[in-house]
């Protein structure tokens, strides 16, 4: 069913009005993990409309380049870098690289992540391993990696974690997420603890659904049209609204921010929309505000 | 970098004045009463005191300034919202849920759970509702106040979020 005509659904401005200023992090350097597509390509798309280099990472080289072409097109210097980020060594050397390239990286943003749906007695240990270690190991990792150096520099920094609305529910059908992107979210917090003497902050986007050309559950009959009316908010969301906030968590706009977890998903989280058929408001419901009076 | 709520009405109960500069500096025209496309509620923080020392008065107090104030106000404007045929944007800002009283905690831990009901209640009025609880009073209060009331945030609602490690 669509989005009755008479609902009201709130929408952001286009792409190219973006809510800081083109200057925001000029002189700035950001690395973005699996900045090649998807989610990851938006907040590097983001941090670039705030004129910050931005040195992408992804497993696929190829992709990687493919999203720093639509990178640089914004007008900033771009750098594709293949790095998988469950191997400290070969994260360390991706910094180096990074920062030969394009000098001291002072942002992050922990996004590579894999994802596919799946009933949790037929997760192998790869699948397990797979998912969870990219997202638990590889924010790890690359924060970790991030921070040392910004500490020896004696200076401060900021990180953005794409973590997702369903980490305080449970996702049935997609348990090693669920895990993954949780630990993400949690350990959010202690980092922003451990660094805040030294002027790291950490805060990451709870996401709801962002459709994309590599996002699962946009790929059903139909598309992701009969999703819209699933969604409190009346929509799925628009990826660059997605880049916007991650990238103005990092900005001096939001400068004393640390530790937060801000969930970014149309209330989908609170009603659990994609496994509960199209949302009635309460007021229009047949047997009144519960259903079932 | 201004402008991110040009032509919009904000009505701010409550005294903040990160928050007054910070969507007057977006564009905001700032209003005492009447008809508006957002309304902030700003609870005052209340005194510390120990649970068994709070008279039922002073707990009374807290509760009417933090959450039923809070839930009246928020059904007027969103009221006034439905019967001009637009949307709104509703923020709540106050402490954070444990660091003063047991009246604040109780106050506070409502609101949050108010804040997601009624963002999703009325979602599809295109009203959005969402909660700050920090004793951050600074520009980034200030600075995520206008972001969370803008259409910037058309895809946030129903959220409750601090500022700083203590949140």
């Known amino acids: ?293 | 970098m201004s402008g991110w709520l040009n032509g919009k009405r904000a009505r701010i109960e409550g005294e903040c004045p990160a928050i007054a500069s910070a969507l007057a500096a977006q564009g905001a025209s700032l209003v005492d009463a009447g008809d508006c496309d957002i309304w902030v509620h700003i609870a005052p923080p209340p005194p510390i005191k120990l649970a068994h020392e709070l008279t039922h008065a002073e707990w009374r107090d807290s509760l009417d300034a933090g959450l039923d104030r809070r839930f009246l106000g928020a059904k007027d404007f969103a009221g006034q919202c439905r019967a001009r045929g637009t949307g709104g944007a509703i923020l709540f800002v106050g402490a954070p849920e444990q660091a003063l009283g047991a009246d604040q905690a109780a106050a506070a831990g409502a609101l949050g759970n108010l804040t997601k009901t009624l963002g999703v209640e009325w979602a599809r009025d295109g009203i959005r509702v969402n909660s700050v609880l920090t004793r951050d009073a600074g520009d980034t209060l200030g600075n995520l106040a206008a972001y969370l009331v803008s259409d910037y945030a058309a895809y946030v609602t129903g959220a409750v979020m601090g500022i700083d490690l203590d949140d």
Not at chain 1, 125 to 145: H, K, Y
Not at chain 1, 278 to 292: I, L, N, Q
């Open chain 1, 1 to 293: 069913m669509p989005v009755p005509q008479h609902h009201i659904v709130a929408t952001p401005p286009p792409f190219d009005e973006p809510p800081y200023p083109a200057d925001i992090f000029a002189g700035q350097t950001v690395l973005v993990t699996g900045g090649g597509s998807g989610m990851g390509l938006a907040m590097a798309k983001a941090f670039a409309q705030g004129g910050a280099q931005v040195a992408v990472m992804g497993r696929s080289m190829e992709r990687a380049e493919e999203g720093v072409a639509q990178i640089a097109a914004l007008g900033v210097r771009a750098h594709a870098m293949s790095c998988d980020v469950r191997q400290p060594e070969a994260i360390a050397a991706a910094f180096d690289e990074a920062e030969r390239e394009l000098g001291p990286i002072g942002l992050l943003a922990n996004n590579a992540g894999a994802n596919f749906p799946i009933l949790a007695e037929d997760i192998s240990p790869n699948a397990w391993n797979a998912v969870t270690r990219i997202a638990i190991d590889g924010t790890f990792l690359c924060s970790t990696e991030f921070a040392r150096r910004r500490i020896a520099r004696g200076e401060g920094g900021a990180i953005v974690n794409n973590s997702a609305q369903y980490i305080w529910t449970g996702f049935p059908g997609d348990a090693h997420s669920a895990a993954a992107k949780t630990a993400q979210a949690t350990m959010t917090k202690k980092l922003a603890a451990d660094w805040a003497p030294h002027g790291i902050r950490v805060n990451a986007i709870a996401a709801g659904f962002f459709p994309h050309d590599t996002s699962t559950a946009g790929r059903r009959e139909g598309g992701i049209a009969p999703l819209q009316n699933m969604i409190p908010a009346g929509r799925t969301g628009n990826i660059w609204e997605f880049g916007w906030l991650s990238a103005m968590t990092c900005t001096p706009l939001f400068g004393d921010m640390t530790g937060q977890v801000i969930v970014q998903d149309g209330g989908e989280s609170l009603r659990r929309s994609l496994m509960m058929p199209d949302f009635v408001p309460p007021r229009e419901r047949a047997d009144g505000p519960w259903g079932w009076q």
